[in-house]
Each structure stands twice: as C-alpha cells, then as structure tokens.
C-alpha cells in the first residue's frame, strides 16, 4: 500500500455517511426497547371506555367522604410524552393515487398519591395515531 | 468501537454507529429502504443474540448485515430484470453528508461509480474498520484478492477524481 493510498484513506474515512433516518430508529425501538412497565398500584390501560370507568371510578372515590384510614389521592403529575412520529413507506390507494402514511405515537400518564401511605394511582394511556398524506405523481 | 458487550443502551450504541452500518448495507442492496430494513434486521439480531459472544463485535455485525442482505436479495430475486434496472437508474439518494471540501466532495462523487466488487472492499476497510483478513472471509476471498481489490479501487479513485478535477 502506498503513502498515496493512505492519504486516500484518511481521506475517505472523513467523510460522513448519512445517518439512518427516524423512521428506522423508530422501528428498532419498536423491537429493541423493553415493554412499558406496569407502574404503581393502578394502572388502567386503554384509550376508551376503561378511561372512562377510572375516571367516574375516581370521582367517587373522590365525592365520598373519606372515612378514617382510608386513602386521600391527590394529583401529583400528569404529563405527555413527546410525540413519535413514524414515516412509512407510499402506498397505492384503491382510486390508483399515492399517500405515504405517517404514524404518531405518545402516551399521557396521570398519577394521584395517597401522602399518608406513600401509595399511587396511575393512569396511563398509549395513544396512536395513523395519517395518510397525499403523494403527487408525475 | 465502543464495547458492544457491555450493558449499553443501544440507541447511543447506535448513534454512534448506524450511519456507518448503513453505508455497509447499501453496498448489498439496491435502495436506501432495502438498507433500512437490512440494518434493521441485523441490528436487532445482533443486539439481541450476538453482542455478548466473544469476538470482534465490528465483525458480528457486519457479518450479520451480510447475511440479512443476501437473505433479502434471495426473497426479492423473483422481481423481473426491467425493475431492477429502473431501481438502479433512479436512486439518487447522496450517501454522505454534503461536505465544504472540494476534495472530499470528488471523493463522495466518485466512490458510488467504483466496480461493486472494489467498493465492498473500500467501505468494509474504511467504515467497516476491517482488515483484509476480515474482509476475505465476509466475501468469501482471500486476503490477497481483497487487498488487490483495494489497490485497483484506490488506481480507479485516483483517476475519477482527477477526471472530474480537469472537467
């Protein structure tokens, strides 16, 4: 190997290959990252009618009055996560148009604590999203 | 290479590493999203079953993308020659980053157009970080052919790049 050669080496290495895009690091999260853990005391896990019943669950729990002993939650955090978007690959539609889907994905968790007994309700709800965009063709 | 056996996350393992690993991929695949799911493939393969085997975890996952990518070429073989051509002719996607150097710009330029048996053996040494050992056994070569491989790329470089300096 020669110095030239070298010099073409290290000229090559400076280069930058173009990173993965998003979609690919969503789709290896997709398969890499551990299942969402069960939290807390409570969780309730659906986008519908399950919310509803935890909701009107919690809010006469709330309208009682709370006898001795028993658990006063109150709210200490509610939050949504950041939004994961996922581009995917075009698709033909049934009038022969093009649309690439894109998919968002977040999660909203409310949690209550009892201060007395250190314990926690939680409600956590994935949320998904599928959009399609139209595609224009030439 | 970082140490991939240890308890790392993997996505700053693979921020670290993914362009890279992609840049390996496209050299067996004949689009940017056959590089994506090659990557993905062989990613997840390795992160789940391999990093923690002794050995050259480099090597394990190049050989890992190799072996998803004949895999992929193998399923879609089936698809007729005339969308294999069109596929060629149309993937315009860069696969560096656009760089201020003039020099370096020739190089990004010149390199797609290497004979695919001299780019293998460019990329897999440069961004593959692997000797001609290494690179003999992913491509089923001695160690003498692929380093030959190299002298001819690096003859054919010197000249594209010269071509294009006097355009």
Known sequence: MTDSDHDFERALAD??????????????????????????????WTAGLTTAAAALAFGLFLGAAPEEGAPAYQLVRAEQSPVEIEVLRPVRLEDGSFARPVRARWENTTQWEDPRTRTRFINYRPSEQTTLLPLETY | MPDAHADQDWRAWFADHGARLRLIARQWTRSDADADDVVQEAFVRFW?????????????????????????????????????????????????????????????????????????VVVLKVWGALTFEQIGEQLQLSPNTAASRWRYAMEALRKLITARVHD
């Not at chain 1, 280069?15 to 997709?30: D, S, V």
């Open chain 2, 48 to 120: 789940k079953h391999q990093r923690h085997l002794p050995g050259d975890p480099n090597a394990l996952v190049v050989t890992s993308i190799r072996r998803a990518a004949l895999d992929l070429l193998r399923r879609t073989d089936r698809r007729g020659v005339r969308e294999k051509a069109v596929a060629a002719e149309t993937e315009t996607v860069a696969w560096f980053e656009p760089e201020a150097d003039p020099r370096l710009q020739a190089l990004a330029q010149a390199l797609p157009l290497l004979p695919a048996e001299q780019r293998e």
């Open chain 1, 15 to 44: 280069l930058r290959p173009r990173p993965p895009g998003p979609a690919l690091t969503a789709a290896l999260a997709r398969e890499l990252d551990p299942p969402v853990s069960r939290r807390g005391v409570v969780i309730a």
